[in-house]
T-cell receptor
Framework: EAQVTQNPRYLITVTGKKLTVTCSQN?????MSWYRQDPGLGLRQIYY???????DKGDVPEGYKVSRKEKRNFPLILESPSPNQTSLYFC????????????FGNGTRLTVT | TQLLEQSPQFLSIQEGENLTVYCNSS?????LQWYRQEPGEGPVLLVT?????EVKKLKRLTFQFGDARKDSSLHITAAQTGDTGLYLC????????????FGTGTRLLVSP
């Protein structure tokens, strides 16, 4: 089944404790992206990647890192999480970029205390 | 970053009613997508519109892209309880960057 898999689905952590949210897609998509979703603010892009080893900042990249060492994986790293990073995070992928349909994972709900 | 404003933010209607959701921007997009998101899941693409003035129909859902490619609307005819969800429009920025700007969303509740 074609899908984008994120792990974990839920995560509660403390300020400053490094964490990684994994994202994997099995559709051989070139483009991958991370979003955060907050009430009243909609979905905001954190980082995106057009291909292996190519990543670019989105609208809200501060406090986040990503890597794209393999085509299928695009982990989101929070080196020192803070409470304002409490949010619902989505990974998405598509064939070639924003002109083609985005396939989303089921989300990771992160709480930073 | 271009902004997309959706209206209304919330809509609660009875089954069988019609409704329209609007998505507006002051900027031009190369294409516009509509997604539906259900609780506990990621958004799922409904349609992509590319040409100014384009109208696409998906069963009871009608999508329209404005002539100037700055706005869009989603019309649902005879709403059903299964239409309940969060509707998101998303515009592809008309630049060299691969960025999709999402609207703030319209939460629709259809009651029996």
């Amino acid at each position: 089944e074609a899908q984008v898999t994120q792990n974990p689905r839920y995560l509660i952590t403390v300020t400053g404790k490094k964490l990684t949210v994994t994202c994997s897609q099995n559709m051989n998509h070139e483009y991958m992206s991370w979003y955060r979703q907050d009430p009243g603010l909609g979905l905001r892009q954190i980082y995106y990647s057009m291909n292996v080893e190519v990543t670019d900042k989105g609208d809200v990249p501060e406090g986040y890192k990503v890597s794209r060492k393999e085509k299928r994986n695009f982990p989101l790293i929070l080196e020192s999480p803070s409470p304002n990073q409490t949010s619902l995070y989505f990974c998405a992928s598509s064939w070639t970029g924003v002109g083609s349909p985005l396939h989303f994972g089921n989300g990771t709900r992160l709480t930073v205390t | 970053t271009q902004l997309l404003e959706q209206s209304p933010q919330f809509l609660s209607i009875q089954e069988g009613e019609n409704l329209t959701v609007y998505c507006n921007s002051s900027s031009v997009f190369s294409s516009l997508q509509w997604y539906r998101q259900e609780p506990g899941e990621g958004p799922v693409l409904l349609v992509t519109v590319v040409t100014g003035g384009e109208v696409k129909k998906l069963k009871r859902l009608t999508f329209q892209f404005g002539d100037a490619r700055k706005d869009s609307s989603l019309h649902i005819t005879a709403a059903q309880t299964g239409d309940t969800g969060l509707y998101l429009c998303a515009g592809a920025e008309n630049t060299g960057f691969q960025k999709l700007v999402f609207g703030t969303g319209t939460r629709l509740l259809v009651s029996p």
